[in-house]
């Protein structure tokens, strides 16, 4: 054999099997570097925890609402209406609507301790947008669980959750 037609031979054998596979090796360990979920770098962030998780007033009246609750109902703090409400399955895939529920806050959620059915929902319409504020109380209104606003000191009136309470 000529030795151009071995060198020839060669060159192929030596761009086939080394420098296509590396390559498609660079390209794989890029894209699994760009395209991989970034993580969070703990080691130099400062964390505590807060001194208080709630505010005096916040803190005043989830102490009565759990005095008035009476051990027949827990209390769920800060929740949102996507813990509340469930949806249909072909709008719970839709992430817009999933993130407007996530960001609809619910200040007090009471629940019965038998049937862990939501009971009373209370809550500042003042911390949502006046579009949320409406959903909030649409859905709550469509599955029949009561809404009573407070106001922004976080007041109501006790006999008012009493009585939603007691229906």
Do not use: W
């Amino acid at each position: 054999m000529n030795a151009t037609v071995i060198f020839s031979y060669a060159f192929i054998y030596f761009v086939l099997f080394l420098i296509v596979p590396l390559v498609i090796i660079t390209f794989v360990m890029t894209c699994i570097k760009f395209f991989k979920a970034s993580e969070v770098d703990m080691v130099g962030a400062e964390i505590s925890i807060k001194p208080h998780l709630l505010d005096k007033e916040s803190m005043h009246f989830l102490k009565s609402l759990k005095a008035i609750a009476n051990k027949r109902y827990d209390i769920l703090y800060g929740a949102s209406l996507v813990n509340v409400v469930d949806i249909d399955d072909s709008v719970r895939h839709h992430e817009e609507v999933e993130d407007f529920m996530e960001h609809c806050h619910l200040d007090y959620v009471v629940v019965d301790n038998e049937s862990s059915s939501v009971k009373l929902v209370i809550s500042n319409p003042d911390d949502s947008s006046p579009e949320q504020a409406k959903f909030i109380e649409k859905c709550l209104d469509y599955i029949g669980v009561q809404f009573i606003k407070l106001d922004k000191h976080k007041q109501c009136d006790e006999a008012l959750i009493k009585t939603a309470l007691a229906a």
